[in-house]
Nanobody, 124 residues
């Protein structure tokens, strides 16, 4: 079993940057593909990006490509989401999720474990 805790959210002006962290418990963290999702008020939870457990292959939603970067440090049981050039439409609760799938999957139904989320607010 994996427990996930997000941190690093906050209020930032458009064009600014934030780095989110997803800290995991469990000795098998390195065997999980980790992804980030976000949920804005009144909208469905959407895939942001993820990193596979095998090879560290990353995948991103078109809306964040070139602005967001995901990395992982298996020694620290942590996945990071570096967000640059933030836009007001990036506002939402950001959640990390874990799946045993080999590669990143965009469907939230595949993820077995979820964190509680961290709020990101981008002002215009």
């Amino acid at each position: 079993q994996v427990q996930l805790v997000e941190s690093g959210g906050g209020l930032v002006q458009a064009g600014g940057s934030l780095r989110l962290s997803c800290a995991a418990s469990g000795r098998t963290f390195s065997s999980y593909t980790i992804s980030w999702f976000r949920q804005a008020p009144g909208k469905e939870r959407e895939f942001v990006g993820g990193i596979s457990w095998r090879g560290g292959v990353t995948s991103y939603a078109d809306s964040v490509k070139g602005r967001f970067t995901i990395s992982r440090d298996n020694a620290k049981n942590t996945v990071y989401l570096q967000m640059n050039s933030l836009k007001p439409e990036d506002t939402g609760i950001y959640l990390c999720a874990a799946t045993s799938a080999t590669l990143v999957v965009t469907s939230r139904n595949i993820y077995n474990y979820w964190g509680q989320g961290t709020q990101v607010t981008v002002s215009s």
